[in-house]
């Protein structure tokens, strides 16, 4: 299939493009199904609806011409391969089967999209399955209902998106092929298409812009399966405008590079830059959106040089990390807690100095009660002097902390974890915890008064119980009580209100 070349100009300048066509080919016919995409996008900025710019020049097209509304877009170069891999095979369940000879039966195009095929190509098997087809939702919605097929969660419609439940058993997203019109860095306007090219460049990442039929052919119009292999990360065509199209692009950029770069620091410069000048697009992201994304990165590979990267690039301060600076406290819990299966949280707390910083977080990631608390409670102990003997400190610290019985629990593990002290954090949650013999019934059997003094009481004795190693007996701590509530004044309540 050879290219010809069709020229749509902003301001025409033929002399202009035609030297830079012949820098290409070294003639006037531009041939570019013999090249990859990313070696011509060295010289042409290739932009969100696969139009060229050379250097401010509109361009251009050729073959098959694609047209929509006044455009004329470029087709690449389509590799196929064949995927052939147990992990392939162990996609089709009965429902799958199903889903797919409905679709041959009305004649629509569906394939398998983005992350799954990415990870099947990568020798993994997917945990769900996104699927594009040809069907717009219309037709979609008319096929089901022929078929008593029932959709579910008709939100995404407008996207294209309809969600089928097959056999009552398994739920399949499938999203009609379609470029965005308009994005406004969060949401986009969507046009729905046939051409599987235009879906495929609409997409974040070569990696992520590969299709799978159902015979095992992988179709990559974007150089993605050589990406892959090479463990690059790179966005489709111009990064700039793939980022300004949804800025979360930049967090799954370095959430995609954990997971399959294969060394922790070779980021390409363009992309950096790219990243450096969007970044303040990350302001109107939610939060949400953001901790989603950045727990990804903290559990994948090479967090601390990613989180790092990401700092130096300028992120900090549109991610609730507006003065996080020490990395070697990251580094170092990173390599303590690697293979520890520790929380989330417990490496972010590395790079929160103090309660302020947890909170400063907080209010822009919008964390969980559980999240807030650990980083609340490390934050706070990290810095205590253990002693020699951790799970007497442990125990202490069990003893002091409020909360449930697990969640304390669990709160110390982490703790352990991000000092790296591996044995006791394995081991302080099958130590048989001394539980303080007194209870708030017991007091009111003494006639300690109701209300806050019984709180109070209880403290105390657990304070008096904690200094004997835990071997004062219920009796010999209740005999205690009449010395406490001297030292607790009676006009609690009145000097409260005051
Ligand atoms: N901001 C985004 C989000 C998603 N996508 C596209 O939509 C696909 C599906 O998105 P999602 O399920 O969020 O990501 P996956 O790549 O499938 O990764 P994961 O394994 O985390 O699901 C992606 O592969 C990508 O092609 C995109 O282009 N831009
Ligand atoms: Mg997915």
């Known amino acids: 299939m050879n290219l010809v070349i069709e020229t749509v100009f902003k301001r025409p300048n033929l002399f202009k493009l035609r030297c830079i066509c012949a820098l290409l080919t070294k003639t006037r016919t531009w041939k570019f199904h013999d090249l990859p995409v990313r070696h011509f996008s060295k010289l042409h900025k290739i932009d969100n609806v696969g139009f060229i710019h050379v250097r401010n020049f509109f361009l251009c097209r050729a073959s098959s011409v694609t047209r929509t509304s ?8 389509l590799i196929i391969m064949k995927l052939d891999s147990p992990e392939f095979h162990s996609i089709f369940t009965p429902e799958l089967n199903c889903l797919i ?87 986009a306007e969507v046009e729905f298409t046939k051409d599987w090219m235009l879906d495929a460049n609409r997409r974040d990442l070569t990696i992520n812009s590969l299709f799978l039929d159902f015979e095992g ?34 967090l799954r950029y370095f959430r995609f590079y954990g997971k399959i770069a294969n060394d922790p620091d070779k980021h390409e410069n363009e992309t950096l ?5 969007n970044a303040e ?36 301060q549109y991610i609730g990390l507006p003065r996080a600076n020490n990395f ?19 490496r972010m707390s590395a790079l929160l100095d103090d309660e302020v910083d947890v909170y400063t977080f907080h209010e822009r990631n919008k964390l969980s009660n559980e999240e807030l608390q650990l980083a609340l409670f490390i934050v706070q102990h ?31 593990v982490e703790l352990m974890k991000y000092c790296g002290h591996k044995k006791t954090a394995a081991e302080f949650p099958a130590l048989k915890l001394p539980v303080l013999p007194v209870t708030g ?58």
């Open 273 to 277: 830059d790219a990243i450096r000048n």
């Open 328 to 346: 070697k406290e990251l580094f170092s819990v990173c390599e303590r807690t690697e293979g520890q299966n520790c929380h989330h949280m417990t």
């Open 217 to 250: 052919q992988v179709y990559d119009y974007f150089n993605g399966i050589d990406d892959l292999k090479h463990h690059r990360i790179r966005f489709v065509g111009s990064a700039e405008q793939r980022i300004q199209e949804d800025y979360l692009r930049i």
């Open 70 to 77: 006044k455009h004329l877009y470029l087709k690449p170069n």
């Open 101 to 187: 000879d409905l679709f041959k039966k009305y004649n629509y195009e569906l394939r398998i999209a983005g992350g799954a095929v990415r990870d099947l190509l990568d020798g993994k098997v997917p945990v769900d399955l996104d699927f594009a087809t040809t069907a717009t939702p219309a037709e979609m919605k008319e096929m089901f209902t022929k078929e008593n097929i029932r959709m579910l969660n008709m939100n995404g419609e407008a996207h294209g998106t309809i969600t089928a439940r097959v056999n009552d058993k398994e739920n399949f997203e499938i999203t009609t092929l379609r470029i965005d019109v308009v994005t406004d860095g969060r949401k």
């Open 281 to 316: 697009g990350l302001k109107r992201i939610s939060g949400e959106r953001i901790w989603m994304e950045m727990k990804k990165i903290l559990m994948g590979r090479y967090p601390a040089h990613i989180i790092q990267s990401m700092i130096q690039v300028g992120l900090g």
């Open 441 to 498: 019934h017991d007091l009111t059997q003494r006639d300690v008064p109701r209300g806050p003094k019984i709180a109070l009481t209880l403290n105390e004795l657990r304070k008096i119980w904690k200094d004997s190693r835990y071997t004062l007996s219920k009796e010999e701590l209740l005999d205690k009580i009449p010395e406490v509530l001297e030292r607790i004044p009676d006009n609690l309540k009145k000097k409260r209100k005051k």
């Open 382 to 412: 990290r810095g205590d002097a253990m002693g020699e003997d951790l799970m007497s400190y442990c125990t202490d610290l069990h003893s002091d902390s409020s909360g449930t019985e697990q969640k304390v629990i669990s709160k110390i």
